[in-house]
Structures are given as structure tokens and as C-alpha cells.
């Protein structure tokens, strides 16, 4: 009963055969797989191989052998506009300096911080520390980087020093980088300011000769190839496109030692007597050139912050007033060529007024009568008016022209003022008795000197120059031209020394060891409503020494609101002060002369004008 039963038992039992049969086929397929997975790990292996020789092939193609991949120009210039950058360098701008070599401006290097703002990645912690480094509040800064966001280009800071600037930089924030500039810096400060000017933030003239002569002090800027990292950072300079080239040195004619004195003594006149302003201008007679020209009030080019308006202009040229009785001597040249008077003729003044139409002229008191030395000595308005009626107004016009009156000096300085010199038809009497004393005209401190270095100069004008004569510089001197006889200059001249003489106006003006001459002036401030009857302006102009004269110097003082405000007492001792300091400090021969003694007179008031100029 129980065979069959084990029968189908064995026969469901698998054999030893059968048994090794399946692990022999199991085996056999385990080498299959294992030969599968070696041969599709070779297969990736070589793949990846190859992509990442395709990939080093075509960047060398991008980069290093553009000519064999002609299809990839345009991925290359994508590149290289996000890599290369054209910089410019800046030039150095040239030196002004004194006639001497005594640097007036020079140039420092500076670092300006710039941006690109869509780079910038600012959290609160760099926002702040980048504000503190560039001392702005943090909204400010904010607003700034707000203002640029769409722009590649930024100033954070313009004209740090290196200091300042690494300071910055090592903050290492992404899109700030630096660029390399100039500032401008004047060692004399404002003993010169109005003369020198100042440039700008970029480096250009915008006032005084830096603004004349911008083109040949500024250079020419060059550029270089660079190429930068994603910071801006420059990484490396590729190629020199332009080198920069220096702008050209400028030496001026003043003479820094002068314009010292004279800028001191100024500024202590202006001090003393109160007054609004001032200027002074020291001219070379031999030459032509202005050794000292400085002005009252000024500021410091170093420091703008708190410029004042007006306080930049250069007033010895652009501002014009009536020069008042200092015109007289020129008046007399025209007496003297017209042959009907000579130095001994002889003027009675009595009762010492006179009344022309509705204006009467009076002199401080009746000098009785006085020759032509005298009328200058005392500044007799009565004098001079007796003298103009018996000339041609055109005549004393003509001689006021030929000395420079009336025409641009031609120094090429910025705004520089002609001047006023009237021409009529029909000269009534009392405008050509008022142009014979300076009234109705107008002229710079400038001209002024200019119009007495022809005095000075035997009747010779010259050019005016702000620059330095130098002909192996190519700085030549102007023309000249003999524009008054020498003899007639000569006596004129003479007659001017008695007003620095005893009994003279101007006996303030004198100097120890030289021979002055001169004239004084004193003129009623132009308002609203007319000359105004308590606010002058006080002159002095002459020339030393005064048989040979080397030096013409002019002073003004505008608006002294102190007791005194005649020219021969605000004027005149600051051109004896500043005069002999010149005369010593040129090695100009000294001779002893007799000390003056100070005389008083009066100017224009009420519609009466008085002679005599303190």
C-alpha cells in the first residue's frame, strides 16, 4: 500500500544531477551579469571621458584657438565683454608755479571708490560697515545705490587717500572697486587763490588761470586693455592702448615773496579801516609783468565748503569804480600837448570854488594860485577844472585811451573787464571837467597800474602779462609802442613827486630811501540813487623810484567805514609798506630823500565837489 505513494515521492525529490545541473546554469548566468556590469561601467567611464574632452576642446576653442571654431566669435566677445575693460589713465596735470619756480599748484594722487551697482551684494552688516568706511549714514548710501541700481557704474567716493581708499577695498565686498586720479592742491593757499583759480572734481580749470590755460595744464589722458573678475578686480593688464601725457608747467609772472607782502598788508589795511574790500597790483615798469596782484576778501582753493559768492572773483581785473583824482596827472599830459600850458604856468584857484551849470567845484581851501605842480600837489579841483576848459574833452579822451583805458588789458584771464571810457558827440562842460579827475569813467586796478608803467616808462606802453617773459620758453614779450613824449612824461612825472612831497596829499605814500610819485584819490561809492555821500573809495597810485622808476604799484580800499577813508591816509601807507618791500627785496638801488609831511584835504559832497585827496 504504501510503494506508489513513495514512487511519486522520489520522483518530486530533484536528482544530485539535476541539482548540479542548476547550480552549474546558476553560475553561468552569474558570469554573464558580472561581464555585463564590467562592460557598462567601461562604457560610462569612456563617455564621461569624452564629454569632458569635449568640453576642454571647445572651451580651448572658445578661448585659446578662436580661428579654428569661427562659430564661436560671438560666445567669445559675450565673454570678453564680461572680462575685458578699457581704463582710462589719467594725466598728470602741470605745475603752476611763481616766477622763481615756487610751486603755486600742484597734483596728488588720490583713489576715487567706485561701484558697479547691479554686482553689489550688500547684507546689513556690509551696508553699515560700508557706510561707516565711507562716513555717510546708511540711508543716504542706501539711496545713492538705489538712485544707480539699473546702471554698471557708480562713485561711492571720489578723491580718498590710499589710506582711505584700502580701508574700503579690504571689506571685500562683490562690485566696489577703485580708480586712480588726481586732486589738485595749491601750497599758497589764499595768498593766490584769486589769481591761481581751481580746478574740479575732474581735474579742470573753472576759475583764474587754471581755467585760461585749462587746455595746456590738463594733458592728454591715455587707456589700457585689462581684464577683471566678476568682483571688478583687476586681474591682469593685457595691452597699453594710448600712454598719458603730462600737461604742460606754467610759471606765472607775480613773485610769491611779493604777493606775501602785499596780501598781508592788505588784509590789515582792510581790517583796520573796515573796509568791504580791496585790491592791490604791483607791475613790473621794464617788463610789464605783475609781480604781486592779490584782493581782498579771499578764500582758501584747499577748502571750498564754505565759499562765499563773489569772493572767488579776481576784483583787480573785473571790478571797475572811478578812479577819481589819480586820473589828473594823465589830465596834465593832455594840458602839456596841447602846448597852451607848461609845468611853470601858473592857475589862480581863487576864491577856491567854482561852479560849473549846477555843480560846483570846491578845493579844502583857497590855494590862491598854483602852478601845475602845485594843482597836483594840493589835488585843486578848481585847478583842474580851470585847466579842462581850455581843452578839447576828446583830447584828455585820447590820452586816457592811449594808456590803456577803455581797451582789455589782453591777459587772457577769464572775465577780465575793458573798462569805461566814454565817447560823445557833445561834451557838456561839466562832464568834461568831471572826466579831467576820473568821474564818469570806470576803470580796473589793473589798468590803472598799467596806465602809470606808462608814466613810469618814459611814455612807453607795454603789454600787461600774467605770465612769466621767458623767450627760451616760447613766453615772449607784447608789443610796445611810445604813446606820450618822453619829455612831457618826464615833467608830469616831477610834478608827481610833490604829492608825496611836504604840503602834498599824499605824504603817506613816501618811502624812507626811495623817490615816490604818485597820486591819491578819493572817490563817492555810485548807489541807487546816485553817489552816495558817506561811502568812498580810497586810492593811491605810483611809482618808485622816481627819477628811474623800477616798480608802479596801485592800491585800493573800497568802502572804508572807519573816520578816515581819503586815499593819501587808507591808501597810501599800504603802498609804501609793500613798495619798499619790493624795491629792497629787487636789489634796486636806494637814495635818501627828505621825509614828507602829511597834509589834509576833502572830496565830493552834496553836489559840491572838494579838492583834495588825503
Known amino acids: 500500500m504504501g510503494g506508489p505513494v513513495e514512487k511519486r515521492a522520489d520522483k518530486q525529490r530533484p536528482s544530485n544531477r539535476v541539482k548540479r545541473d542548476r547550480v552549474a546554469a546558476r553560475r553561468g548566468s552569474g558570469a554573464r551579469v558580472r561581464s555585463i556590469a564590467t562592460w557598462r561601467y567601461w562604457s560610462m567611464v569612456?563617455?564621461?571621458?569624452?564629454?569632458?574632452?569635449?568640453?576642454?576642446?571647445?572651451?580651448?576653442?572658445?578661448?585659446?584657438?578662436?580661428?579654428?571654431?569661427?562659430?564661436?566669435?560671438?560666445?567669445?566677445?559675450?565673454?570678453?565683454?564680461?572680462?575685458?575693460?578699457?581704463?582710462?589713465?589719467?594725466?598728470?596735470?602741470?605745475?603752476?608755479t611763481d616766477r622763481r619756480g615756487e610751486p603755486l599748484a600742484i597734483s596728488s594722487p588720490v583713489v576715487s571708490i567706485c561701484a558697479n551697482p547691479q554686482l553689489l551684494e550688500l547684507d546689513g552688516d556690509k551696508l553699515a560697515m560700508l557706510a561707516?568706511?565711507?562716513?555717510?549714514?546708511?540711508?543716504?548710501?542706501?539711496k545713492r545705490i538705489a538712485h544707480y541700481r539699473n546702471k554698471e557704474f557708480m562713485y561711492l567716493a571720489r578723491q580718498l587717500t590710499p589710506v582711505q581708499a584700502e580701508a574700503v577695498l579690504d571689506l571685500g565686498i562683490v562690485g566696489i572697486f577703485k580708480r586712480q586720479e588726481y586732486k589738485r592742491f595749491y601750497p599758497a593757499g589764499e595768498v593766490t587763490a584769486h589769481l591761481v583759480g581751481f580746478t574740479g572734481i575732474d581735474d579742470r580749470g573753472q576759475e583764474g588761470m587754471e581755467l585760461a590755460f585749462d587746455d595746456w595744464?590738463?594733458?592728454?589722458?591715455?587707456?589700457?586693455?585689462?581684464?577683471?573678475?566678476?568682483?571688478?578686480?583687476?586681474?591682469?593688464?593685457?595691452?597699453?592702448?594710448?600712454?598719458?601725457?603730462?600737461?604742460?608747467?606754467?610759471?606765472?609772472?607775480?613773485?610769491?615773496?611779493?604777493?606775501?607782502?602785499?596780501?598781508?598788508?592788505?588784509?590789515?589795511?582792510?581790517?583796520?579801516?573796515?573796509?568791504?574790500?580791496?585790491?592791490?597790483?604791483?607791475?613790473?615798469?621794464?617788463?610789464?609783468?605783475?609781480?604781486?596782484?592779490?584782493?581782498?576778501p579771499s578764500f582758501n582753493p584747499n577748502d571750498r565748503s564754505r565759499l562765499e559768492a563773489g569772493s572767488t572773483r579776481n576784483r583787480a581785473l573785473t571790478d571797475l569804480l572811478e578812479p577819481g583824482s589819480v586820473m589828473k596827472p594823465l589830465t596834465m599830459v593832455a594840458a602839456l600837448e596841447s602846448g597852451k600850458f607848461h609845468p611853470g604856468t601858473v592857475i589862480d584857484t581863487s576864491p577856491g570854488y567854482l561852479r560849473i551849470g549846477r555843480k560846483t567845484f570846491v578845493d579844502h581851501r583857497n590855494y590862491g594860485k598854483l602852478d601845475i605842480s602845485g594843482i597836483l600837489a594840493k589835488s585843486s579841483q578848481v585847478g583842474t577844472t580851470k585847466i579842462s576848459m581850455q581843452l578839447e574833452?576828446?583830447?584828455?579822451?585820447?590820452?586816457?585811451?592811449?594808456?590803456?583805458?577803455?581797451?582789455?588789458?589782453?591777459?587772457?584771464?577769464?572775465?577780465?573787464?575793458?573798462?569805461?571810457?566814454?565817447?560823445?558827440?557833445?561834451?557838456?562842460?561839466?562832464?568834461?571837467?568831471?572826466?579831467?579827475?576820473?568821474?564818469?569813467?570806470?576803470?580796473?586796478?589793473?589798468?590803472?597800474?598799467?596806465?602809470?608803467?606808462?608814466?613810469?616808462?618814459?611814455?612807453?606802453?607795454?603789454?600787461?602779462?600774467?605770465?612769466?617773459?621767458?623767450?627760451?620758453?616760447?613766453?615772449?614779450?607784447?608789443?610796445?609802442?611810445?604813446?606820450?613824449?618822453?619829455?612831457?612824461?618826464?615833467?608830469?612825472?616831477?610834478?608827481?613827486?610833490?604829492?608825496?612831497?611836504?604840503?602834498?596829499t599824499g605824504t603817506r605814500a613816501a618811502i624812507d630811501t626811495y623817490a615816490v610819485a604818485g597820486k591819491t584819490g578819493t572817490s563817492h561809492k555810485v548807489g541807487a540813487g546816485g553817489y552816495q555821500k558817506d561811502r568812498y573809495v580810497g586810492l593811491f597810485a605810483g611809482m618808485a623810484p622816481a627819477d628811474n622808476p623800477r616798480l608802479v604799484t596801485v592800491v585800493v580800499i573800497d568802502d572804508p567805514r572807519g573816520?578816515?577813508?581819503?586815499?593819501?591816509?587808507?591808501?597810501?601807507?599800504?603802498?609804501?609798506?609793500?613798495?619798499?618791500?619790493?624795491?629792497?627785496?629787487?636789489?634796486?638801488?636806494?637814495?635818501?630823500?627828505?621825509?614828507?609831511k602829511l597834509v589834509v584835504g576833502s572830496g565830493v559832497l552834496d553836489g559840491v565837489v572838494r579838492g583834495g585827496d588825503s
Do not use: C
Not at 561707516?132 to 542706501?142: W, Y
Not at 589793473?446 to 616760447?474: H, R
Open 132 to 142: 561707516r568706511g565711507l562716513q555717510l549714514r546708511v540711508g543716504d548710501l542706501k
Open 563 to 596: 573816520e578816515d577813508y581819503y586815499g593819501g591816509l587808507v591808501a597810501a601807507p599800504v603802498f609804501s609798506k609793500v613798495t619798499a618791500a619790493a624795491l629792497r627785496l629787487m636789489s634796486v638801488p636806494s637814495l635818501q630823500v627828505p621825509e614828507p
Open 217 to 296: 595744464l590738463y594733458g592728454a589722458t591715455g587707456s589700457k586693455r585689462v581684464l577683471k573678475d566678476r568682483k571688478g578686480r583687476v586681474i591682469k593688464e593685457l595691452q597699453l592702448i594710448a600712454s598719458e601725457k603730462p600737461g604742460g608747467n606754467l610759471a606765472l609772472s607775480i613773485d610769491l615773496r611779493l604777493q606775501y607782502i602785499a596780501y598781508r598788508e592788505l588784509k590789515a589795511a582792510m581790517k583796520q579801516f573796515r573796509a568791504k574790500s580791496g585790491s592791490v597790483v604791483v607791475l613790473d615798469v621794464r617788463s610789464g609783468e605783475v609781480l604781486a596782484m592779490v584782493n581782498q
Open 393 to 504: 574833452p576828446e583830447d584828455i579822451r585820447e590820452v586816457f585811451e592811449r594808456v590803456g583805458l577803455g581797451l582789455s588789458p589782453g591777459t587772457g584771464f577769464p572775465g577780465e573787464s575793458a573798462g569805461l571810457l566814454p565817447s560823445k558827440r557833445r561834451w557838456r562842460p561839466v562832464e568834461a571837467a568831471t572826466l579831467a579827475f576820473g568821474y564818469g569813467m570806470a576803470a580796473t586796478p589793473l589798468q590803472l597800474a598799467n596806465a602809470y608803467a606808462v608814466l613810469a616808462n618814459n611814455g612807453i606802453k607795454k603789454q600787461v602779462s600774467l605770465l612769466k617773459i621767458s623767450p627760451a620758453e616760447g613766453v615772449l614779450p607784447g608789443p610796445e609802442e611810445q604813446v606820450i613824449d618822453k619829455k612831457i612824461v618826464a615833467s608830469v612825472r616831477n610834478m608827481m613827486k610833490a604829492v608825496v612831497a611836504k604840503g602834498g
Open 46 to 96: 569612456a563617455a564621461l571621458f569624452s564629454l569632458a574632452v569635449l568640453a576642454l576642446s571647445h572651451v580651448a576653442g572658445l578661448q585659446v584657438m578662436p580661428d579654428v571654431h569661427r562659430g564661436f566669435e560671438f560666445l567669445q566677445s559675450q565673454g570678453n565683454n564680461r572680462t575685458l575693460r578699457t581704463v582710462a589713465i589719467p594725466a598728470y596735470r602741470g605745475v603752476i
